[in-house]
């Protein structure tokens, strides 16, 4: 292994993601549901971060650059599930997001920004009254820090992230925590008993708040590729087209 710090990734080397048209006709949310929000593609612009550290975990490791479609797929789910998709074995993918953790948390995650018009949304949704939680798929520290960083952890009643010791770690564990956190409680069939909205920009948070019956909002200004938003209950291209979904 070397220490080497990788080069930041080119633009250029990274697919173009494809969108897809929103939902024709879609009735709004409901504006009584609680909402639940992923962090990375959705409330800030963490891309490079993400990347950055991730090649550098690579280089770290001594291996091989990862392919443009793998790094375009990066920021969003569990960086241990691209791992084993790449084909490290658990040692190695162990001793990778140990690499990705150190540069990330004391430079990555400050190669971040958050998306225009998210700031006064998340303000006017609290100012409303809506029940609202970070449900994301990064370290749960991690994701307290960055949402103190931008001023905007005061919005959630709660920050659901993956736990340190890895027992919650896919979408629908953070989500069941954050569900767990917010006092709405789940039936026997694993459906919500009360209405939640899950707003998030790929597929694993459409198919993680699916399990328990929550509709997602797919915003397409974060990371998706294509096809991703197949499933969505609806789907926005805007800030603005958001906050009118959401009534606010």
């Known amino acids: 292994m070397h220490e080497t710090p990788a080069e930041q990734i080119p633009l250029a080397q990274i697919p173009p993601r494809i969108t897809e048209a929103p939902s024709a006709g879609a009735q709004p949310a409901d504006p009584g549901a609680a909402l639940l929000l992923d962090l990375d593609g959705t409330l800030t612009d963490s891309f490079a971060g993400i ?34 998709a790449m084909g490290l074995d658990e040692p190695t993918a162990d001793a990778t997001m140990t690499a990705y953790r150190a540069r990330y948390s004391t430079v990555g995650y400050l190669e971040n ?32 820090r960055i949402l103190e960083h931008f001023g905007l952890s005061e919005y959630f009643e709660l920050i659901a992230g993956a736990s340190d010791d890895g027992t919650r770690r896919s979408k629908a564990d953070v989500i069941a925590y954050a569900l767990a956190g ?41 990371y998706a590729l294509d096809g991703e938003a197949g499933a969505a209950a609806w789907i926005v291209r805007s800030v603005p087209e958001l906050r009118t979904l959401l009534g606010v």
């Not at 690579?58 to 990862?66: C, E, I, K, R």
């Not at 479609?69 to 990066?74: K, Q, S, W």
């Not at 939640?196 to 797919?218: C, K, L, Q």
């Open 51 to 84: 990347a950055n550290s991730f090649a550098h975990a690579l280089d770290v490791m001594g291996l091989p650059p990862a392919a443009p479609e793998v790094i375009a797929g990066v920021a969003g789910p569990p960086l241990l599930d691209t791992l084993h």
């Open 182 to 222: 917010l006092g709405v409680e789940v039936d026997a069939t694993g459906t919500v008993s009360a209405p939640v909205v899950m707003v998030g920009d790929r597929s694993h948070d459409i198919e993680g708040a699916a399990e328990f019956g929550i509709p997602t909002v797919h915003v397409e200004w974060g």
């Open 113 to 144: 920004s958050v998306f225009a018009g998210i700031g006064p949304l998340l303000a006017d949704l609290a100012a409303a009254g809506r029940r609202m939680a970070v449900a994301t798929s990064k370290n749960q520290a991690t994701a307290i």
